[in-house]
């Protein structure tokens, strides 16, 4: 996968949470997860962020997101990669 993809879930017809997929190679699974605020980031055994799981459906800082990926050595997200995001 080149290009990050969000995944929306919906309750009773209502956002609930969501999970950004990031970069990721055959066979990675999550070793780790991390708290960032209402945030939780998995990441590989050496490091590398593969997901982003949104607890709280809404606006998101982007600044702060990239932030995180960035030291999990992943590239940038754009605000169009968060389009449904900020929509729901």
């Not at 969000?6 to 009773?12: D, G, K, S």
């Not at 982007?62 to 449904?84: K, T």
Request: hydrophobic residues 40%; aromatic residues 10%; negative net charge.
């Amino acid at each position: 996968m080149n290009k990050p993809y969000l995944e929306v879930t919906y309750r009773q017809g209502r956002p609930f949470a969501a999970y950004l997929y990031l970069d990721r190679q055959p066979g990675d699974r999550s070793a780790r997860t991390e708290r960032h605020g209402a945030w939780l980031v998995d990441f590989t055994a050496d490091g590398r962020a593969i997901g982003v799981e949104f607890t709280q459906v809404g606006g998101v800082d982007l600044e702060e997101l990239n932030r995180v990926l960035s030291g999990g050595l992943q590239r940038a997200v754009s605000v169009e990669d968060l389009v449904p995001l900020n929509a729901a």
